[in-house]
């Protein structure tokens, strides 16, 4: 699904214009990433949690020449779903 129907979804489930749904959005977004950047978890009501991890230096192999080279720390972004959400992706 596209930010566009996603929009149009919610404004019509809502009962509310496609344009005040848009900015709604558009604000979690803005929201969620400055979380994000500070470090912080976000609950998504229904669909899950937001969160950054710490992935350690680690060993990888160049696929082009095979020499092995260092890949330095790093934060990655993980969602834990919530449960409803695993159990709508489980339905028939």
Same mark, same amino acid.
């Given at each position: 699904?596209?930010? =566009?129907?996603?929009?149009? +979804?919610?404004a019509?489930?809502?009962g509310?214009?496609t344009?005040t749904v848009?900015?709604?959005?558009?604000?979690t977004?803005?929201?969620?990433?400055? %979380?994000v950047? +500070?470090?912080?978890?976000?609950?998504?009501? !229904?669909? !899950?949690?937001?969160?950054?991890a710490?992935r !350690?230096?680690? +060993?990888?192999?160049?696929?082009?020449? !095979?020499?092995?080279?260092?890949?330095?720390?790093r934060?990655?972004?993980?969602?834990q779903?919530?449960?409803?959400?695993?159990?709508? %992706?489980?339905e =028939?």
């Amino acid at each position: 699904m596209l930010k =566009n129907d996603l929009i149009k +979804r919610t404004a019509y489930v809502s009962g509310q214009t496609t344009e005040t749904v848009r900015l709604v959005l558009t604000a979690t977004a803005a929201v969620t990433r400055k %979380a994000v950047s +500070r470090g912080e978890e976000v609950m998504l009501f !229904g669909l !899950g949690k937001i969160k950054v991890a710490q992935r !350690g230096e680690k +060993r990888a192999r160049n696929i082009r020449t !095979g020499e092995t080279v260092m890949v330095p720390p790093r934060n990655v972004v993980l969602l834990q779903a919530s449960d409803a959400l695993i159990q709508a %992706a489980n339905e =028939n």
